[in-house]
């Protein structure tokens, strides 16, 4: 059983940059990692993905260029670090953590809570 629970929200500005934290609690933290986000009357959007060794990323076009997924094994920890920030951006963001070995998996173990980013214009 994996514990996520992710931190780092809150309201911004335009423009400006963000990161978001998801700690990992558990017996192993050998997941697969993606961020995903779900705006208000919007479906869930896949944000990017990260291998489990943190050398390989994933992207949706949408974020490519402004977002950056890493993550420290030492600390149980992935980030989401987001720059340039757009008010289209506003939504919770979720990270979740899969078993399986490939980018953008297909399913998803176990999912946080998510955490609340506002971004005014």
């Known amino acids: 059983q994996v514990q996520l629970v992710e931190s780092g929200g809150g309201l911004v500005q335009a423009g400006t940059s963000l990161r978001l934290s998801c700690a990992a609690s558990g017996r192993s933290f050998s997941y697969v990692m ?8 919007k479906e869930r959007e896949y944000v990017g993905s990260i291998s489990r060794s943190g050398g390989s990323r994933d992207y949706a076009d949408s974020v490519k260029g402004r977002f950056t997924i890493s993550r420290d ?13 757009k008010p289209e951006d506003t939504a919770i963001y979720y990270c979740a953590a899969s078993s399986f070995t490939v980018l953008r998996p297909r399913t998803y173990d176990y999912w946080g809570q998510g955490t609340q980013v506002t971004v005014s214009s």
């Open 73 to 85: 094994n030492a600390k149980n920890t992935v980030y989401l670090q987001m720059n340039s920030l």
């Open 34 to 41: 993606g961020w995903f986000r779900q705006a208000p009357g």
